[in-house]
């Protein structure tokens, strides 16, 4: 009876983080809802969910319902056995009425901690199945993919925009457990072979699936990778410590995600405390979002850089979001930027506003860095960002050094865009597609 309260109240902690889960995915996703009306179907859910809780509660409550009141009808009939049992041995004057007493007194003395105890036991009948969930948390491996490296000294960030780098791929391969393909239908890599050149600019397009984020997030290192397989100035990733290696990157994904904090606050975030605290900071985070081609609207950012923006940016538009997540990507000064098709919720016409200042960015890396580093900057020489764009745009990636075309994770062309319009159907037809006019 023990184990099957032990296994109800486990049940009821899994059940309670079930139903939060689904009120806060809920609450983030109002907007969906309400646009689909599919607040019945919602609420149906819910209240499937709300139900059985219920249900295990019931369950959890009738055995503390028998449990309780016999505890108690133990005790009592403890106290109704001695007096029958001894009551005619002192009618018989065999026992004296002191020694019953006393009996009766060390029971009265008992039932009090055995209640206790009974307490304590349903507390840890409540903490035990709580902290088997915790304790997968807490004894869970960290993935850590340099544990047998050695300790280097950490890189100096200040340094690090002012060397070339060279980033290549030598039949890179990736492939996701089978759980997680089969859960989000996600494929792999395969037989990935790239050269990034200082200052070159590398075009990633395809279908949806075909890959293309997960080469990014293997660029990135989010995936444990096989040795040999990427190179950063000739060296094998996987012998440079993770934290050195991310230093090399600066990335704006697709799906934007900002803070529930003000816009600066979201926009310092890869910036260390003392460019915060630097006297120039405003004027720098005003230079990216202009370069982002985000104006700061007074209806929209009434406070300016101090409005807070809302949980994942539920106050703005997507394309605010992409521009912001853009202007913060900017003010890192790490040499290799990736955009992941973070101009895909904007109109042309800003578009190649963008696409502009990302030239004339790329060609001028010093133009973010705070003038706390600018004796540093005019020591040491400079060369030009790298970026790896994705877009379904293929305006977007047209004046790319090479783009790649991806297909089930692998590359079935490479080229510019003029020998792709020549030579690749697939690209050639998406060119077309983009930019027919349609007739008067």
């Not at 019953?100 to 008992?110: D, E, P, S, V």
């Not at 890179?172 to 050149?197: C, K, N």
């Not at 696409?355 to 003038?371: D, G, H, M, V």
Request: aromatic share 10%; with cysteine; glycine share 6%.
């Amino acid at each position: 009876h023990v184990r099957r309260v032990f296994e109800s109240w486990k049940l009821c902690n899994k059940q309670v983080g079930q139903i939060s889960h689904f009120c806060l995915g809920a609450f983030r996703g109002i907007a969906t809802i309400q646009a689909y009306h599919t607040e019945p179907n919602i609420e149906k859910k819910f209240a499937s969910l709300d139900q059985a809780y219920f249900q295990t509660q019931q369950s959890i409550l009738r055995s503390f319902a028998l449990i309780s009141p016999l505890s108690k009808w133990i005790g009592e009939f403890s106290i109704f056995l001695v007096l029958w049992f001894i009551g005619p041995q002192i009618l018989a004057n065999k026992m004296e009425i002191g020694q019953i007493t006393a009996f009766l007194g060390y029971i009265a003395m008992i039932m009090p901690p055995l209640m206790s105890l009974g307490w304590t036991i349903n507390i840890f009948q409540r903490a035990f199945p709580a902290m088997e969930r915790v304790q997968e948390i807490i004894t869970a491996a960290p993935k850590s993919y340099n544990q047998t490296l050695p300790a280097e000294k950490p890189m100096d960030k200040k340094a690090q925009i002012y060397g070339p780098v060279h980033l290549s791929a030598r039949h890179l391969h990736f492939q996701y457990p089978q759980s997680h393909a089969e859960r989000t239908h996600a494929i792999g890599v395969e037989d990935i072979t790239f050269d990034l050149l200082p200052g070159k600019v590398l075009g990633l397009v395809g279908q949806i699936g075909s890959g293309k984020t997960t080469l990014v997030e293997a660029l990135l290192r989010f995936n444990a990778l096989p040795d040999q397989c990427l190179y950063l100035n000739g060296q094998d990733v996987n012998t440079i410590p993770l934290s050195q290696y991310r230093l090399y990157f600066s990335w704006a994904s697709q799906r934007a995600f900002l803070f529930s904090c003000t816009l600066r606050e979201n926009l310092c975030l890869a910036l260390q405390p003392e460019e915060i605290k630097a006297s120039d900071l405003d004027a720098r985070l005003m230079k990216a979002l202009h370069y982002a081609h985000l104006e700061l609207q007074p209806e929209i950012f009434p406070h300016g850089l101090e409005t807070v923006v809302g949980e994942k940016g539920v106050m703005l538009s997507g394309g605010q979001r992409q521009r912001i997540a853009l202007a913060r990507a900017l003010l890192k000064p790490a040499p290799i930027l990736i955009l992941d098709d973070v101009l895909a919720a904007v109109d042309y016409a800003t578009q190649e506003a963008i696409l502009q200042s990302l030239e004339e960015w790329r060609k001028n890396p010093n133009i973010f860095a705070s003038t706390l580093f600018s004796e540093a900057a005019s020591n040491k020489p400079c060369f030009a960002h790298s970026m790896v764009v994705i877009s379904h745009r293929l305006s977007v990636v047209q004046k790319a050094d090479e783009i790649l075309v991806l297909h089930q994770g692998k590359i079935i062309a490479r080229g510019t865009h003029t020998e792709l319009v020549c030579h690749c159907p697939y690209y050639r037809d998406v060119w077309e597609s983009q930019n027919q006019r349609s007739l008067p």
